[in-house]
């Protein structure tokens, strides 16, 4: 605590007049009770720092909480957007791998039906074929007899 009367004693032996020691000790305590702060002001102060500390935290955790959940909604949002084009791909995949799966059964029908057709064809080819040369080793058994039968007949 500030002792005036000290003050104003030590300034009066250093030559002050009494007035003007106590005008000093006046402008000196009207200073400190403006400009510096008293235990109540520092125990006033730190109960308000405290006070908006605890309410910046709060403030900051709630904001945190609701940033977390933004988030996590967010990300669940995202992870279902995802899973809804993966399984969109997946099925659109799956409709034209059956659809090619389709085009080559029926191309391989086609094919088959072809080479069966074809194998048919030349069957009946072979058969014709088989036929014109019954009809010609016929023919020409026919002829060899004829020259058989007439070379017979000169010798």
């Known amino acids: 605590m500030f002792n005036a009367l000290k003050y104003t ?12 020691a106590e005008k000093s000790i006046k402008v000196l305590i009207e200073i400190m009770e403006t400009n510096l702060s008293t235990k109540q002001d520092s125990i ?13 935290r709060n403030e ?5 909480a609701e940033f977390r ?4 909604s967010e990300f669940t949002e995202f992870r279902n957007e995802i ?5 969109e791909f997946r099925n659109e995949i799956q409709t034209e791998f059956a659809e090619f799966r389709t085009e080559i059964r029926k191309d391989f029908a086609e094919f088959k039906n072809e ?3 074809d194998i048919s064809r030349l069957e009946n080819e072979m058969k ?14 026919v002829v060899a007899m ?3 039968t007439t070379i017979n007949k000169f010798i």
């Open 44 to 56: 006033e102060l730190r109960f308000n720092m405290k006070s908006e500390f605890t309410e910046f």
């Open 115 to 117: 080479i069966r057709s």
């Open 9 to 20: 004693e030590i300034l009066e032996q250093a030559g002050f007049t009494r007035e003007q």
């Open 83 to 87: 899973q809804t084009e993966f399984t």
């Open 60 to 64: 900051m955790q709630t904001d945190f």
């Open 128 to 141: 014709l074929l088989e036929h014109r040369m019954t009809i010609k080793l016929g023919t020409l058994m």
């Open 69 to 72: 959940s933004e988030m996590q």
């Open 146 to 148: 004829t020259v058989l």
